[in-house]
């Protein structure tokens, strides 16, 4: 596909979509219903592809690849090991297709890249100074074990009946409904965490590590300070004090742990041939790896907008500096 029919590069190179990031049409006034509807089951919309992929792979996950509520009543290294290795798995084929599409094998070249260049091996800042490298090793040293940390938690609680764990059989519509909002307090809750992390003392010692990554790729979604995993996992915490199954809280971890690489592809667009192309829906936050201040959110709830801190992509200077 030609990049230059719907958008194009300026001076140094960065790419810029014809059309402004804009919200879907869920917290509008008034409302709009037929939109609103067109827009829950379109493809893509608010349930497929991602949500609705992120959720069968949750019920692949509860039903196939977790052990039963009896053996979970006891913490024992077996099970929790096991988990730890199941969702290694998970992240490395999930964020490696991405990465190996994109970036190793370059399908599309630098085509609808809105940085033209590629994640650095020359860095000092990071470790080793390889961005991939250093991205990948905080993704597996700390996302995936403390990811694997509240899921053992949470799924221990359940277990026991120490939290009001509730059946589908017996509430099957706020069932659904419980797990169609999850994408939505999750919005909710990593903007209010973002912006905390972004307080200049949390900033300068957890949130900044996020933040070397001004040309992000698939990998950087997880590349966090230890600090930043336990604030970004922490929104599973509301299952704890809402009638909830185990299946939500899974749906709400793994949400949370796959959407980031799609986030930070880097991409605009990947082309699935010569006339079609799926939109990563990645560059408001882009626009925040590049110009730190705006969109601390980009989901569903207009927070950033309500707030005061939305940046459509519109307008802005090339040689603005990302921090």
């Known amino acids: 596909m030609d990049e230059s029919q719907y958008g194009a590069r300026d001076k140094r190179g960065y790419w810029k979509p014809d059309v402004p990031v804009a919200y879907p049409p869920a917290f509008v006034w008034p409302l709009q219903p037929k939109r609103f509807l067109t827009w829950i089951f379109a493809v893509p919309g608010y349930l497929f592809p991602w949500n609705g992929l992120y959720f069968l792979i949750t019920l692949g996950f509860w039903y196939f690849l977790t052990p039963s509520l009896e053996t979970m009543k006891t913490l024992s290294p077996g099970w929790i090991t096991y988990l730890l290795l199941r969702n290694a798995a998970l992240v490395f084929v999930f964020v490696g297709a991405w990465h190996a599409w994109l970036y190793i094998g370059k399908k599309q070249g630098t085509s609808f890249k809105f940085?033209?260049?590629?994640?650095?091996?020359?860095?000092?800042?990071?470790?080793?100074?390889?961005?991939?490298?250093?991205?990948?090793?905080?993704?597996?040293?700390s996302a995936?074990?403390?990811?694997?940390?509240?899921?053992?938690?949470?799924?221990?609680?359940?277990?026991?009946?120490?939290?009001?764990?509730?059946?589908?059989?017996?509430?099957?519509?706020?069932?659904?409904?419980?797990?169609?909002?999850?994408?939505?307090?999750?919005?909710?809750?990593?903007?209010?965490?973002?912006?905390?992390?972004?307080?200049?003392?949390?900033?300068?010692?957890?949130?900044?590590?996020?933040?070397?990554?001004?040309?992000?790729?698939?990998?950087?979604?997880?590349?966090?300070?230890?600090?930043?995993?336990?604030?970004?996992?922490?929104?599973?915490?509301?299952?704890?004090?809402?009638?909830?199954?185990?299946?939500?809280?899974?749906?709400?971890?793994?949400?949370?742990?796959?959407?980031?690489?799609?986030g930070h592809v880097g991409f605009d667009k990947v082309t699935l041939g010569q006339a079609k192309a799926m939109n990563t829906h990645a560059y408001a936050h882009y626009l925040h790896h590049r110009y730190f201040n705006c969109n601390y959110a980009d989901g569903v709830v207009p927070m950033d907008k309500w707030l005061g801190t939305f940046n459509d992509g519109s307008g802005l200077k090339s040689e603005q500096k990302s921090n």
Not at 116 to 140: A, Y
Request: hydrophobic share 45%.
């Open 115 to 141: 940085n033209g260049n590629w994640p650095t091996r020359t860095n000092p800042s990071f470790l080793f100074r390889s961005q991939t490298l250093d991205n990948m090793i905080w993704t597996f040293a």
């Open 144 to 262: 995936v074990p403390i990811w694997t940390a509240y899921e053992v938690l949470s799924l221990w609680l359940y277990a026991n009946g120490t939290v009001l764990g509730m059946q589908l059989s017996a509430s099957p519509v706020y069932f659904v409904v419980l797990a169609l909002l999850i994408p939505v307090i999750r919005d909710v809750h990593f903007y209010c965490i973002h912006r905390l992390i972004h307080w200049p003392p949390l900033y300068r010692r957890i949130h900044s590590l996020h933040h070397k990554n001004i040309n992000p790729g698939p990998w950087s979604g997880l590349a966090m300070h230890p600090g930043e995993h336990l604030l970004y996992f922490s929104g599973v915490l509301l299952h704890f004090i809402i009638p909830s199954s185990p299946i939500h809280a899974l749906f709400h971890l793994l949400h949370a742990a796959l959407s980031p690489a799609q």
